[in-house]
């Protein structure tokens, strides 16, 4: 089972930036997917990007391309989640988890989850 801890959350204005960071502990496999998912208020949780573990290939939901750079640290057991030009409706709790397989936007991939970070933007 791995373990997943994010953190890099907080209070931003609109327009700022903030790295989110997602720390891995346990047992990782070669075939490993880590994704980004946020949950903003009253609505259901959606797919925001995902890194291959092992060849860092990227995946980005179409609302987020631009802004959100996903990237991995492999000695560190570190994946992060840079976000630019925030707006409000970023505002969301940020999770992140791992899984296997080839849907990298489907929540129902995935195993491991962290407790999630607060991101809120204040315009």
């Known amino acids: 089972q791995v373990q997943l801890v994010e953190s890099g959350g907080g209070l931003v204005q609109a327009g700022g930036s903030l790295r989110l960071s997602c720390a891995a502990s346990g047992r990782t496999f070669s075939t490993y997917v880590v994704g980004w998912f946020r949950r903003a208020p009253g609505k259901e949780r959606e797919f925001v990007a995902a890194?291959?573990?092992?060849?860092?290939?990227?995946y980005y939901a179409d609302s987020v391309k631009g802004r959100f750079t996903i990237s991995r640290d492999n000695a560190k057991n570190t994946v992060y989640l840079q976000i630019h030009s925030l707006k409000p409706e970023d505002t969301a709790v940020y999770y992140c988890?791992?899984?296997?397989?080839?849907?990298?936007?489907?929540?129902?991939?995935?195993?491991?989850w962290g407790q999630g970070t607060q991101v809120t933007v204040s315009s």
């Open positions: 988890a791992g899984g296997t397989g080839s849907r990298w936007y489907d929540v129902n991939q995935y195993g491991s």
């Open positions: 890194i291959s573990w092992s060849v860092g290939g990227t």
